[in-house]
């Protein structure tokens, strides 16, 4: 007998029709995997537009020159080169895929509320750590400073990172293997999206602090645009904490039924 053309055989025992992206959506373990993932493609991107925002404003931040910035960024990435593959490999080995995935959302973008402390680095009294100036007007930022702001920008990506590459992994674990390439062109569709409105929220929230009268800039403007950006990036570790299951749950294979995708016994010719 001759296989429906609808039916699309999974391996040695399993049969699923065609991916669409409504047969996608419909799957809630799916769909959660892939709004998470969304989420905080969101929140990374709004704190790469914010850092070299707060760092050059002179209202809110740092009043930190190109140079500086650069300095910062460079020295994290130095950092983040080196031990992203030994931390993420070695938190996947020890704790597994998921564990791996809570702690790189609880550890990555909340970290950020610690920047505006940066500024008390900077304008410690009793030390010379404060930002300077040349006689040309270009800033000597001190190393505490920029140790402290290289720490905190590598910290988050490293972290950032584990997360991505774990729910990129749970992601794919979550449909049949010839539904793979629909999901991924949809998670690579909506972190594109998501990742397009960032820079927008992120700069809004920058200007909102700096010039709307609302806050104080120089006390609170840079509280309130990282504390906003971390409590997004902590909202993401409590979703997938306790919304994201690992495939194989019984409400799962439930909607499996549903969408047609089930397990058959095939039974191999006798030699």
């Not at 055989?9 to 419909?26: D, I």
């Not at 960024?73 to 996947?92: C, D, E, Q």
């Not at 030390?127 to 910290?155: C, H, Q, R």
């Not at 906003?228 to 409590?238: D, H």
Request: with cysteine; charged share 15%; hydrophobic share 45%.
């Amino acid at each position: 007998h001759e296989r429906p053309s609808s039916l699309i055989e999974e391996g040695p025992n399993t049969v699923a029709p065609p991916a669409t992206v409504a047969s996608l959506w419909k799957r809630r373990n799916t769909r959660l995997h892939l709004l998470v993932y969304w989420i905080f493609s969101f929140v990374v991107t709004c704190i790469d537009e914010a850092f070299p925002l707060f760092c050059i404003s002179k209202d809110i931040g740092l009043g930190l020159s190109e140079v500086s910035i650069g300095k910062i960024l460079s020295i994290s990435g130095v950092i983040f080169a080196f031990l992203n593959y030994f931390v993420f490999s070695s938190i996947v080995n020890k704790c597994g895929l998921y564990p791996s995935l809570y702690m790189g959302a609880f550890l990555s973008s909340p970290m950020v509320i610690f920047i505006p402390l940066s500024i008390v680095i900077s304008n410690h009294s009793s030390s010379s750590f404060a930002v300077k100036y040349d006689d040309e007007g270009n800033d000597t930022l001190s190393w505490p400073t920029t140790i402290f702001l290289s720490f905190i920008m590598s910290w988050n990506r490293i972290f950032a990172m584990t997360f991505f590459a774990g729910i990129t992994i749970a992601t794919n674990r979550t449909v049949p293997t010839s539904h793979r390439a629909t999901m991924n062109g949809l998670s690579m569709l909506g972190g594109s999206v998501a990742k397009a409105i960032g820079p927008t929220f992120a700069g809004f929230l920058v200007a909102f602090s700096a010039s709307s009268g609302v806050i104080h800039p120089r006390v609170l403007g840079s509280v309130v645009i990282f504390a906003m950006i971390g409590l997004l990036g902590l909202s993401v570790g409590f979703i997938c904490l306790f919304c994201l299951k690992e495939k194989g749950s019984e409400g799962e294979k439930e909607e499996d039924k549903k969408l047609g995708i089930r397990k058959v016994q095939i039974s191999m010719p006798k030699k």
